[in-house]
């Protein structure tokens, strides 16, 4: 009888445990769909190489259309999108070291990125963004990571900006550029000195191709890892080097939801994501509220998330 008490009392216990831990994992899991979905959204496109119109037969699954891309970037001056670029990002949103300034209020703010240098971003993006400008007096500024390996190697002319057709977007302000690494190599499978070099040589380099252009102090200030291959070790090098690094990953970016600012994430564009796709991504992003210059749900997102 005594035995048969004793295992109805265990049967009871784990009963009870199990309820409570059900119970706790509840309110966890109602917690983190509550932070996931209030949480300010920041859309960070990730773009490579253009298709101009005329093109046939291009099998480049990363590379987006000419007429896709004027599509979607016209949209997003008629409305009032706020470009941002990694500095903008980096002071405002990730450090908030500086208030958002106040003729942005109102504004839902996105970021433009183009990888690896192609030479389409002279032939096709920088006309693109004179047409818009002179259309709509707005100017669109982009984000560029370039791996400065690919500068000025006459073997790869045709394939690859020069630093000259840099130069002459950066200093209509159209450009802003950043790292890709040196060689475009993976980060994680280098030792320690060749990581290094990739890091330190890329920056001294594009700083060398944009010098005493207004605004080169922040050239080369953030890293997009190539490959979207990084790992702790990789993160760390890059911190001496640059303020922040960017991903690859397909993700949205959400305000205060990230704790390391070198895991910044990109959506990835890819040619057949449509304009309207890519609209639906940029629609994502949250208005600034105008009365508070905050994202609206940001405070009730930071009580969940210390309550988490």
């Known amino acids: 009888m005594k035995k048969m008490k004793n295992k109805f009392l265990r049967f009871l216990f784990f009963i009870v445990l199990g309820l409570v831990t059900a119970g706790f994992v509840a309110v966890d899991l109602e917690t983190w769909l509550t932070v996931n979905f209030e949480a300010a959204k920041i859309t960070i496109f990730g773009f490579h190489n253009i298709i101009p119109n005329s093109a046939q037969n291009n099998k480049d ?6 007429r896709d891309l004027e599509t979607f970037l016209e949209y997003l001056v008629k409305e009032n ?3 941002l670029d990694t500095n903008d990002l980096y002071n ?3 450090t908030h070291s500086q208030p958002v300034p106040s003729d942005r209020l109102g504004q839902k703010p996105i970021m433009l990125t183009f990888d690896d240098g192609y030479k389409s971003i002279d032939t096709i993006l920088l006309p693109m963004l004179q047409r818009l400008e002179e259309r709509y007096n707005e100017k669109v500024k982009v984000v560029l990571f370039i791996n400065p390996a690919v500068i000025n190697n006459t073997k790869k002319a045709n394939k690859y900006l020069t630093c000259e057709e840099l130069r002459k977007g950066a200093i209509a302000s159209y450009y802003d550029i950043q790292s890709h690494s040196f060689s475009q190599q993976r980060l994680p499978d280098l030792n320690d000195e060749k990581l290094v070099v990739e890091l330190e040589k890329a920056q001294t380099r594009l700083r060398q191709c944009t010098e005493g252009i207004n605004g080169n102090d922040a050239v080369a200030s953030h890293l997009a890892y190539p490959f979207n291959d990084s790992d702790n070790r990789v993160e760390t090098f890059t911190s001496q080097y640059y303020l922040s690094g960017y991903l690859y990953n397909d993700q949205i970016f959400k305000l205060g939801w990230l704790e390391n600012n ?6 990835a564009v890819y040619r057949n ?4 796709k890519m609209i639906e991504f940029a629609e994502m992003a949250a208005k600034i509220a105008a009365e508070e210059r905050r994202f609206p749900g940001s405070k009730t997102f930071h009580l969940l998330l210390e309550f988490f």
């Open 273 to 276: 994501r449509k304009p309207e």
């Open 262 to 267: 070198y895991q910044v994430p990109r959506v």
């Open 81 to 83: 999108y706020w470009f």
């Open 61 to 66: 699954g990363l590379a987006y259309k000419e």
């Open 92 to 94: 405002y949103f990730l």
